[in-house]
């Protein structure tokens, strides 16, 4: 019946994110290339008939964790700031610490996929994109908008890369 569960419920949206959560958990102990569905459906007290009524493989769940952390991401920077433009005073001040806002909140599932690179997860690259393109729509006029454009993402990326390592440092002294 697992795989004909209605996907829609209530059940079966928390056992998504009881997966996810013991995908986060592992991610902090062990690289990715370590991690394997018996190791996640372990720590999410599960059976593997359980995991793969939810997901494919291990690949699947780090997607799902970095398309939901870009969607939310987007959300804050069209809805949180939309606002800033040449005009905003300290306009790079502000976006800057929306997007640190942005890691701090959400720290144990970007950290659980920064340094996961396959061919259809790199949560930075997509960001770094993201952000670029939305820096040229911010700032149309600008002379070298290529250039300050990547020069901008990749600075905020390198701000939130450094962010995120120290906090899992910080987080790692602390247990």
Do not use: C
């Not at 996810?20 to 569905?37: G, R």
């Not at 993201?130 to 290529?146: C, I, Q, T, W």
């Not at 250039?147 to 247990?175: F, G, H």
């Amino acid at each position: 019946w697992g795989f004909f569960m209605d996907k829609n419920t209530a059940s079966y949206r928390r056992m998504d994110k009881v997966i996810l959560n013991a995908f986060i958990e592992l991610t902090a102990q062990m690289p990715f290339e370590s991690i394997t569905v018996q190791k996640i459906a372990d720590t999410a007290l599960i059976s593997r008939y359980t995991f793969y009524a939810h997901f494919h493989d291990k690949y699947e769940v780090a997607e799902r964790i970095q398309d939901d952390l870009y969607q939310e991401f987007i959300r804050l920077i069209l809805q949180e700031i939309p606002a800033i433009n040449a005009a905003t005073p300290n306009r790079q001040q502000v976006m800057d610490v929306a997007i640190l806002e942005f890691y701090q909140k959400h720290a144990a599932r970007t950290q659980s996929i920064i340094n996961i690179h396959t061919e259809t997860i790199d949560f930075s690259g997509r960001i770094k994109t993201f952000l670029a393109e939305n820096y040229k729509s911010r700032f149309p006029d600008h002379e070298n908008l290529d250039l300050e454009s990547k020069l901008y993402a990749n600075m905020a990326m390198t701000l939130s890369e450094y962010y995120i390592s120290n906090t899992n440092s910080l987080l790692n002294n602390k247990s």
